[in-house]
């Protein structure tokens, strides 16, 4: 039978509470190492017997019951029977075992909620790693649930999980009686008065009722007859919630002396510490980080340098042999120069995507990235903003568009806002295909001390560039944007170990599936669309081209022939739909050292940055390749010459074009996301004027000081 029986998934951030919905449900999310990633409530079903159909809510991560960003107020509403829409028949909690002292806390929190609850216990490997050994039937008798060992990676425990649930489905199970706080010690006659009002509420949930209440959807005089009850009997919010965390403690102290041996923890926390003293050092910890980047980047060049020069070789190939396989008509036209240059300018850059995303995938699971945060939130405070700022413009180096939305896990108003406003300076992914491409056309690939790339260094000096001009434009902000806010930063430090090597590789596969996919599809659209553009013009004038030309190729020599056609080539290009939409924008940019092509790529790239790749291929295949020439599309731009002869892509043209996409706006996707994040069209709208205007700005200065 289906049942309409409703599951809250809950637990701390990082205790694996994402991987076993994906498990559970058969849908795919993003995995996070940080809190915040999870924003939203996300529903799923699964099958927990034959015939027995449940719905599982995926919530937040959080800490405890004591909410103070916005994704922990919804874990919370949900948690409290506040949420309008959701109202959980029973609890799935997730409990990592590697750090069961912490997740006990929140574990006895749920508890005495009094809703049936199971528990998954994860990273029970880490624990046997860290020597741990945890007696789960003794945890089980002192917790009063059902406790239940998983590994959601390799699928083990899931089945015994599930009859766990389907046992409390069918034999309607009671709450734990286990009450891991004496009422009578915090607030007695507070805590009596307000369950007169509402009977079925179990004690800590009506000291949540006295702290919470005007957030709760209780009827305006519920919420004065509480306040009533507040000041009648003297109630404190702080004090209350102290005590009981001390209290809370106190148990968990005697359930882990019970039901847990620890192997030598004061020689796992040293060991931890002397990393720390050296990588976490004033001097050292700065020197480490700048190092640690130095590598990341060169190493996108020094590993992705052999699979990309293959990728390009291949693709050379298949357009020589095509151009002598197809027919000489529009339709083989359409597949050389639309269709296989856009699948090119796709395929060329997964290498590097790959590489990248499973070097920051080894530093957040050894647990290196954490300690980013710590090091840079002296700096981050200096410009507006605080140490978690850093995990969402971290994410940005990825994509701005989760970056914006993790930014909800900052408790500041202010520090959300400025941390929204200059995640997209941050470069993201899309941008990388555009750096690889014009650092190869201008920067020499030069080895110094026989290990440093020129263009690797090039390359991080962009992803700093991007970072400085970030905090640079914090800075700014912070002093039109007003708030009396106070902010804290707190930041749980995870042991180091050893990376998941698993985990790295599917987050590469994951990263390079969906640039091919979901990048790939727009990449692909617009390059045909710029084919169409490219090839046709108004009907006359291209029509008296083709002609003219004509008549001057039946009566030129055969060895000027071939040269004649790439003029007619590129003749027919500036008068096409494209060329006149890129000579109208050229007198704008032309000042940067931009020309018309350039300028089609700038606006093409609007829907996506790396679609500039994808353009430039359609615009070079069309205007300039000859029939058996199989250049690659980096051979091709480093040829191409404008109207006086002169070369497009010298250093300073492409200096200003790197300067340009490092700070311009050219994300509609991240627009849309901003206006989403910030509920107004005020922010997205200064966000894109001062970064456009910023980035010609810089580019300007750039060309004009290098031409």
Same mark, same amino acid.
């Given at each position: ?75 919370y509403k949900v ?11 029973? !609890? %799935?909690?997730v ?11 929140f574990c ?19 624990a ?14 002192e ?48 805590i ?28 305006a ?12 009997? $003297? ?9 009981e ?7 968990? $102290? ?8 620890e192997?030598?923890?004061?020689q ?21 980080? %700048? ?45 050389i ?9 796709i ?12 070097l920051?995938t ?38 701005a ?13 202010k ?9 997209p300076? %941050?470069?993201c ?5 555009v750096?690889?491409?014009?650092i ?31 905090? =640079?434009?914090?800075?700014?902000m ?71 030309y ?9 060895e000027e ?11 027919l290009?500036q ?22 092509? !350039? ?31 199989n ?11 404008n109207?006086?002869?002169?070369k ?8 200003? =074009? ?25 922010w ?24």
């Open positions: 039978m289906n049942t309409n029986f409703h599951i809250a998934l809950v637990g701390n951030p990082n205790a694996g509470k994402t991987s076993l919905f994906n498990e559970l449900t058969g849908m795919h999310q993003k995995v996070g190492n940080f809190p915040g990633v999870t924003v939203d409530k996300k529903v799923g079903s699964f099958q927990v017997a034959p015939n027995m159909q449940v719905n599982l809510i995926d919530l937040p991560g959080t800490y405890s019951l004591y909410p103070r960003r916005a994704d922990e107020w919804v874990a948690l409290l029977q506040q949420d309008e829409l959701i109202k959980p028949d029973m !609890i %799935l909690l409990a990592d075992a590697s750090n069961l002292r912490r997740n006990l806390l006895s929190q749920i508890i005495d909620l009094k809703i049936p609850v199971v528990v998954a216990l994860t990273m029970t490997d880490l046997k790693e860290k020597g741990m050994k945890i007696d789960v039937p003794g945890l089980e008798i917790l009063g649930v059902s406790i239940i060992p998983v590994n959601p990676r390799k699928q083990k425990g899931i089945e015994t999980l599930k009859k766990a649930i389907e046992n409390v489905i069918v034999n309607n199970s009671k709450p734990s009686s286990a009450e891991f706080i004496y009422s009578s010690m915090l607030a007695p006659k507070a009596s008065e307000v369950q007169q009002l509402f009977p079925a509420l179990s004690n800590y949930k009506a000291i949540h009722y006295l702290i919470n209440h005007e957030s709760f959807a209780i009827s005089a519920h919420n004065n007859a509480i306040e009533k009850i507040e000041l009648r009997n $003297k109630f404190n919010p702080t004090k209350t919630q102290a005590e965390i001390m209290q809370r403690y106190a148990r968990i $102290k005697h359930i882990m002396q019970q039901t847990v041996v192997s030598d923890p004061l796992k926390s040293l060991r931890t510490e002397k990393m720390d003293n050296f990588l976490l050092h004033k001097t050292w910890g700065y020197v480490i980080l %700048l190092s640690v980047l130095f590598l990341l980047f060169q190493s996108v060049f020094w590993l992705a340098k052999f699979p990309m020069d293959f990728i390009e070789w291949i693709f050379g190939i298949l357009g020589g042999w095509f151009t002598t396989m197809l027919p000489n008509n529009w339709l083989g036209d359409l597949f120069n639309g269709f296989l240059a856009g699948l090119s300018g395929m060329i850059f997964v290498p590097q995507i790959m590489i990248l995303f499973g920051i080894l530093l957040e699971d050894s647990g290196y990235m954490a300690r980013i945060s710590f090091l840079t939130d002296k700096l981050m405070r200096k410009s507006g903003l605080n140490g978690k700022s850093v995990m969402p413009m971290i994410s940005g180096f990825a994509c568009v989760p970056a914006i939305m993790s930014a909800r896990n900052i408790e500041n108003k520090e959300r806002l400025l941390t929204i406003m200059v995640t300076l %941050l470069s992914s899309a941008r990388l295909p750096y690889t491409i014009l190869s056309l201008i920067i020499p690939s030069q080895i110094y001390l026989g290990f440093i790339s020129l263009q690797g260094l090039v390359m991080m000096g962009l992803y700093l560039f991007g970072t400085m001009m970030a905090l =640079l434009v914090a800075w700014v912070k002093w039109f944007i007003r708030s009396t806010e106070r902010s804290f930063f707190i930041l749980e430090l995870p042991t180091y170990r050893s990376p998941r090597w698993k985990n790295m590789f599917y987050t590469m596969y994951e990263k390079a599936r969906i640039f091919v996919f979901d990048a790939g599809k727009i990449i692909m659209l617009i390059s045909l669309l710029l084919w169409v553009l490219s090839s046709f013009g108004p009907g006359e004038q291209m029509q008296e081209l083709k002609k003219a004509a008549q001057k190729i039946e009566v030129v020599r055969k022939k071939a040269s004649m056609l790439r003029e007619q080539k590129n003749e290009l008068h096409s739909y494209a060329g006149i939409i890129g000579k109208q924008l050229e007198p704008a940019i032309q000042p940067l050292g931009f020309d018309w092509k !350039i300028g089609i790529a700038l606006i093409t790239s609007f829907a996506a940055r790396e679609v500039f790749v994808g353009t430039m291929a359609t615009l070079y295949s069309v205007g300039e390749n000859e029939s058996g020439d250049k690659t599309l980096t051979q091709k731009m480093a040829l191409a010459v109207d006086k002869g002169e497009v892509y010298t250093l300073a043209t492409g200096l200003s =074009l790197l300067i340009f996409y490092v700070l311009a706006m050219q994300c509609m996707s991240t627009i849309a996301i901003v206006k989403k994040e910030t509920r107004s069209w005020k997205p709208i200064i966000q894109l004027f001062y970064m456009t205007g910023l980035a010609y700005f810089c580019s300007l200065i750039i060309y004009q000081l290098l031409k």
